[in-house]
Structures are given as structure tokens and as C-alpha cells.
């Protein structure tokens, strides 16, 4: 690097410096900072937060273990800095929280650029990395000061405001400009899953962050629920969630295949904080997301982990108390109900994507894109209700299009729920289903050309 480089990146560090001073502290990027709510990251129904301690188990999952090795020991993946590797190295997956208002660096994908998101759905090109990064070490995975490329080094960034999930594979800053080899972007309101055969940051396509095991969740008083990313030697082919493979070993699991913890399995002699991630290997599972060492389970970056406690405690756990949830298995989805009551509620407005950012609020819908909407509990909704009554209205569409409504955890219907034209702002009743998984969701599909604002009023229930 030149002198007059050098001195180019230095004084973009201290100008980021500087405005991180001069910001609010709710406005600062954060490292390993607090996520934004609801969690667990992502709708209730989304495969990562389903409970799968009732799915049926694979025919042939002892095949599949015995695959593994049924001695093998599970790992615990993440923990605090490395002390082999000082003064960078680091164990797990870092993560930053940063603002809505975050500038975004265009990204150039050397690997995987067709199978890579370059913007968020509706946004400017780029990903929000902080101009530290550049420079400091532990913000990508490994911890070395602007990535590489000679481990995965992914990068994993949430926009707290907008909800959207960033994240990079290979991430690396080479000499004005970032790089990485793939890259993908969530919204973390959305069940949306990447296309068949795409690639994410992570070899299994699917997001990485919400299948990390963080400490705040293992050392809070709630059970954690969502499942856990996990790595075996080799892989064949993928499942559902999965979208993409990175191999074909004959007997291995696919990518996407789910590894639950015996129901039977007596975990109460481990300590409160392994008790409960144990418990959501139980209830949730762990989701094959990449190749690497058999039964590695990652989770965040963080040095407050005591691996003097993990490490023994997850070998105390064979393959052989796991069992293979039958491959590609998805909740039951009921399409119909018996006779309902109505009742009425006062007009209240479920959504506004016009207000800030948040569950019932903004962004707009953009082109393309799902949101899925907690109705129960909200509104004077009770929790069983089954279906509702709303008023939709989309204000000033930027373009032609359509919206299709549906259960939370359905797949989009064929029919849409209402129409538009570009400029006008419609309206329409509505009756919609809600997840019949009892999670009190309903979703929503811009096919429209352009993002849109919409409002959702609700006016009674039927359960």
C-alpha cells in the first residue's frame, strides 16, 4: 500500500470515528449488539424457529448417523478470542448492528456473482459495511483486519431500522474496494426462500445469523427457539430449506437435513446456560448448512463464552443421540376450517408501512417481496382466532401490480387480493386465513413493479 493510500484509509476511519461519536448512541453501529425485535430473527413459521420435536424421523436416519460415526462428539464452534492466534483470531461468528441511515460500499462477487443479491429488494446497490472493517480485525469471521479469503471470513450485518439481514462469504478489502465471493440478503420480516440451485453466504443457502447460538439467549431466562447451523464432513445433494449443494457422497446427509437431540436424552446435570441450548437441539434441531468437522454447531463470537464449561459438554453428546427428521419435512398446512364465529373489533390498524420501520410499520412493501404480518394479539385479536376481517388499502403505488395475501405459513395463492395502477391508492375487503400452525400470522406478496405502501385495518375475527 502506497503512502498516499495509507493516508486516504486513515482519514476514513477517523471520519467514520467522528460521526460514530457524533451519532445518538441508538444510531451507532454495533458490534454483537442487540437484535432487532421480535426474535427469534425471522416470522414464527420460518424453517429455523419451527418445532420439529413431533416430526417424524428418517427412514433411514441410523444409516445417516452411522454415516457420521455414532461416537462422534458434538463441538462447540464459537466461543471468545483465540489464543493461538493472537491478537486477532477469534472463535464463532461476529456480527454488527448498525442504522437504517448506515452508507452503503458496493460489493464486486468474484465467486458466485450471479447467484448474488447486490441490493436489498427496493434499495440502492451495496451492503452496509462499516469503514472500520477495513482496517480493525474481529468484524468478519477469523477476525483478521479486512477479511481474506483463505478461510470463509463471512461478514454477517443487520440494519436494525429497515430489519434486513446482510451477509458475505469471502468477504475481504482489497485495496479500495470490497470483495467477496457471494452475498446475501434477508428480510427478516419475509419467509421468502432463495431460489432452487442459489447459493447464500453459506453453502447451504441459507441465512447464517439466526442459526448461530448466542450467548444472550442461552444465558436469558426464556427457552431459545430456533434451531442451530451445524457441519458435517461431507454432504449429497440438498433438501428443503436448502436451496444449493456442495457435494454428493453417497450415504452422507444432504445440506438442509435436521439432526434432532433424543427426546430421552437427560440433560439436567450440564449447567442452566447448556441446558437450554441442549433443549432447543430437542425442540428445534440442528440444520446442516455446510461441509466441515462432523456435529460442529456454531454460534456467535462473544467473550463472555467459558469454553472450559462448553467444550465438555457438548462432547458429552454422540451423533448417536441424534436422530434425522425425515428429509425435506415441512409443518402440515391446513387449507380449510369448520364453521366460525365472527365477532366484531373497533377499526384498528394492524400496519402502516408510511410510519417508521418495524413489525407494523415501514419499509414499503418492495417489488417481489413478502412480508409475513403478526395479527394475534394485536388489534384485540385472540390467540385462536382463525381467520379476520380487514380493509386493505395501497396508497399511491409507484406502479401496476397486485398484492396476494395468505396463512403465514402457506405458500402464495394463484388469485390476488387486490389491484392497482400506477398513482392510485385502493382499497379492499378482505377475509384471510391465518397460519393454521396457531402462530396468528398472515403474509403478503407484492407482484407489483415498484415498492408500496399499504395499510391494514382490521375490523372483526372468526374463530
Given at each position: 500500500?502506497t503512502?498516499?493510500?495509507?493516508?486516504?484509509?486513515r482519514?476514513?476511519?477517523v471520519?467514520?470515528?467522528l460521526?460514530?461519536a457524533?451519532?445518538?448512541?441508538?444510531?451507532?453501529?454495533?458490534?454483537?449488539?442487540?437484535?432487532?425485535?421480535?426474535?427469534?430473527l425471522?416470522?414464527?413459521?420460518?424453517?429455523?424457529?419451527?418445532?420439529?420435536?413431533a416430526?417424524?424421523?428418517?427412514?433411514?436416519?441410523?444409516?445417516?448417523?452411522?454415516?457420521?460415526?455414532?461416537?462422534?462428539g458434538?463441538?462447540p464452534?464459537?466461543g471468545?478470542?483465540?489464543?493461538?492466534?493472537?491478537?486477532?483470531?477469534?472463535?464463532?461468528?461476529?456480527?454488527?448492528?448498525v442504522?437504517?441511515?448506515q452508507?452503503?460500499?458496493?460489493v464486486?462477487?468474484?465467486?458466485?456473482?450471479?447467484?448474488?443479491?447486490h441490493a436489498a429488494?427496493?434499495?440502492?446497490?451495496g451492503?452496509p459495511?462499516?469503514?472500520a472493517?477495513?482496517t480493525?480485525?474481529?468484524?468478519?469471521?477469523?477476525?483478521?483486519?479486512?477479511?481474506g479469503?483463505?478461510?470463509?471470513?463471512h461478514?454477517?450485518l443487520v440494519?436494525?431500522?429497515?430489519?434486513?439481514?446482510?451477509?458475505l462469504y469471502?468477504?475481504?478489502?482489497?485495496?479500495d474496494?470490497?470483495?467477496?465471493?457471494?452475498g446475501?440478503?434477508?428480510?427478516?420480516?419475509s419467509?421468502?426462500?432463495?431460489p432452487?440451485?442459489?447459493?447464500?453466504?453459506?453453502a447451504a443457502?441459507?441465512a447464517?445469523l439466526p442459526?448461530?447460538?448466542?450467548?444472550?439467549?442461552?444465558?436469558?431466562?426464556?427457552?431459545?427457539?430456533?434451531a442451530?447451523?451445524?457441519t458435517?464432513?461431507?454432504?449429497?445433494?440438498?433438501?428443503y430449506?436448502?436451496?444449493?449443494?456442495?457435494?454428493?457422497?453417497?450415504g452422507a446427509l444432504?445440506?438442509?437435513?435436521?439432526?434432532?437431540?433424543?427426546?430421552?436424552?437427560d440433560?439436567?446435570?450440564?449447567?442452566?446456560?447448556?441446558?437450554?441450548i441442549?433443549?432447543a437441539?430437542?425442540?428445534?434441531?440442528?440444520?446442516?448448512?455446510?461441509?466441515?468437522?462432523d456435529?460442529y454447531?456454531?454460534?456467535?463470537?462473544?467473550?463472555?463464552?467459558?469454553n472450559d464449561?462448553l467444550?465438555?459438554?457438548?462432547?458429552?453428546?454422540k451423533?448417536?443421540?441424534?436422530?434425522?427428521?425425515?428429509?425435506?419435512w415441512?409443518p402440515?398446512?391446513?387449507?380449510a376450517?369448520?364453521?366460525?364465529?365472527?365477532?366484531?373489533?373497533?377499526?384498528c390498524?394492524?400496519?402502516?408501512?408510511?410510519?417508521?420501520?418495524?413489525p407494523?410499520?415501514?419499509?414499503?412493501?418492495?417489488?417481489?417481496?413478502q412480508?409475513?404480518?403478526?395479527?394475534?394479539?394485536?388489534?384485540?385479536?385472540?390467540?385462536?382466532?382463525?381467520?379476520v376481517?380487514?380493509n386493505?388499502?395501497v396508497?399511491?403505488?409507484?406502479?401496476?401490480?397486485?398484492?396476494?395475501?395468505?396463512?403465514?405459513n402457506a405458500q402464495?395463492?394463484?388469485s390476488?387480493t387486490?389491484n392497482?395502477?400506477?398513482?392510485?391508492?385502493?382499497?379492499?375487503?378482505?377475509?384471510?386465513?391465518?397460519?393454521?400452525?396457531?402462530?396468528g400470522?398472515?403474509a403478503?406478496q407484492?407482484?407489483?413493479?415498484?415498492?408500496?405502501?399499504?395499510?391494514v385495518?382490521?375490523t372483526?375475527?372468526?374463530?
Amino acid at each position: 500500500m502506497t503512502v498516499s493510500m495509507r493516508a486516504v484509509v486513515r482519514s476514513a476511519v477517523v471520519a467514520d470515528l467522528l460521526t460514530l461519536a457524533a451519532l445518538p448512541a441508538a444510531a451507532q453501529v454495533t458490534q454483537g449488539g442487540a437484535l432487532p425485535a421480535p426474535l427469534p430473527l425471522f416470522p414464527p413459521d420460518n424453517w429455523w424457529n419451527v418445532d420439529v420435536s413431533a416430526a417424524p424421523v428418517d427412514l433411514n436416519s441410523a444409516n445417516f448417523v452411522n454415516f457420521i460415526g455414532a461416537t462422534r462428539g458434538l463441538h462447540p464452534d464459537f466461543g471468545g478470542d483465540d489464543p493461538d492466534h493472537p491478537p486477532d483470531g477469534i472463535f464463532g461468528f461476529p456480527y454488527a448492528v448498525v442504522p437504517g441511515n448506515q452508507p452503503l460500499e458496493p460489493v464486486a462477487f468474484v465467486e458466485f456473482d450471479p447467484q448474488s443479491d447486490h441490493a436489498a429488494p427496493g434499495r440502492p446497490a451495496g451492503y452496509p459495511i462499516p469503514v472500520a472493517a477495513r482496517t480493525q480485525p474481529k468484524w468478519i469471521e477469523g477476525g483478521a483486519p479486512g477479511g481474506g479469503t483463505a478461510d470463509d471470513h463471512h461478514m454477517l450485518l443487520v440494519d436494525r431500522d429497515d430489519r434486513i439481514l446482510y451477509e458475505l462469504y469471502h468477504a475481504h478489502w482489497n485495496a479500495d474496494h470490497w470483495e467477496a465471493g457471494s452475498g446475501a440478503i434477508f428480510a427478516l420480516d419475509s419467509d421468502a426462500r432463495r431460489p432452487d440451485t442459489w447459493t447464500s453466504a453459506d453453502a447451504a443457502g441459507l441465512a447464517i445469523l439466526p442459526g448461530l447460538v448466542r450467548y444472550d439467549e442461552a444465558f436469558g431466562s426464556a427457552p431459545i427457539r430456533h434451531a442451530f447451523r451445524c457441519t458435517v464432513r461431507s454432504t449429497d445433494g440438498y433438501v428443503y430449506p436448502a436451496s444449493h449443494d456442495a457435494g454428493s457422497t453417497a450415504g452422507a446427509l444432504p445440506m438442509g437435513a435436521r439432526l434432532r437431540l433424543r427426546a430421552g436424552k437427560d440433560v439436567s446435570a450440564f449447567a442452566p446456560e447448556v441446558q437450554r441450548i441442549f433443549q432447543a437441539m430437542k425442540t428445534y434441531g440442528l440444520i446442516v448448512a455446510d461441509n466441515g468437522s462432523d456435529m460442529y454447531v456454531q454460534g456467535t463470537y462473544d467473550t463472555r463464552w467459558n469454553n472450559d464449561v462448553l467444550n465438555p459438554a457438548f462432547s458429552a453428546l454422540k451423533a448417536a443421540d441424534f436422530e434425522v427428521v425425515q428429509l425435506g419435512w415441512k409443518p402440515p398446512v391446513a387449507t380449510a376450517t369448520g364453521a366460525l364465529d365472527f365477532y366484531t373489533v373497533a377499526p384498528c390498524r394492524l400496519l402502516d408501512t408510511r410510519n417508521a420501520s418495524g413489525p407494523a410499520g415501514g419499509p414499503a412493501l418492495p417489488p417481489g417481496s413478502q412480508r409475513v404480518i403478526a395479527v394475534t394479539g394485536h388489534c384485540g385479536v385472540p390467540a385462536d382466532a382463525k381467520a379476520v376481517a380487514v380493509n386493505l388499502t395501497v396508497v399511491a403505488a409507484g406502479a401496476a401490480g397486485d398484492l396476494r395475501f395468505f396463512p403465514g405459513n402457506a405458500q402464495p395463492p394463484n388469485s390476488s387480493t387486490i389491484n392497482f395502477g400506477p398513482g392510485q391508492t385502493r382499497a379492499n375487503n378482505a377475509v384471510l386465513m391465518l397460519a393454521s400452525s396457531g402462530t396468528g400470522t398472515l403474509a403478503a406478496q407484492n407482484d407489483g413493479g415498484a415498492a408500496t405502501h399499504l395499510l391494514v385495518d382490521v375490523t372483526g375475527y372468526f374463530k
